[in-house]
């Protein structure tokens, strides 16, 4: 599991719940270290925030690995309610889970099971 989120405290919070949880996981601070790490080793799911500093929020960020890596599944988070995701012309669609901040860790592993199909 790849997490981005580019809150320090945050990142290092969902690492350590998805650890307690049972999965391996792999944490970047924005969406480029994200892609990087995605050339380096595959993953099956992408839990990303929406909206991040750096030139990709999390919907490009999910466009971008859902038309390189169309296997990877993809679970958004935000702290705001509004947050859709936007089509672009020529760009895969995005039908994400979207899970709303703040979450619990039980919110977390269903979202997550869900996502996988477990």
């Known amino acids: 599991m790849l997490v981005v989120e ?8 969902v690492v350590r719940q998805l650890v307690d949880i049972g999965y391996q996981v792999i944490a970047a601070p924005n969406a480029a270290e994200a892609l990087a790490a995605l ?5 099956d799911v992408l839990f990303t925030d929406v909206v991040m500093a750096g030139e990709m929020d999390g919907f ?11 296997r990877v599944r993809i679970v958004l988070t935000s702290g705001f309610p509004e947050a859709r995701p936007t089509g672009e012309p020529g760009s895969p669609s995005i039908t994400p889970r979207i899970l709303s901040k703040p ?12 996502a996988l199909g477990a």
């Open 39 to 43: 050339e380096r080793e595959p993953v």
């Open 6 to 13: 580019d809150n320090d405290a945050l990142r290092r919070l």
């Open 103 to 114: 979450y619990r860790k039980q919110e977390l592993a269903r979202v997550l099971r869900d």
């Open 60 to 70: 490009a960020l999910a466009r971008a690995v859902m038309s390189r890596w169309p």
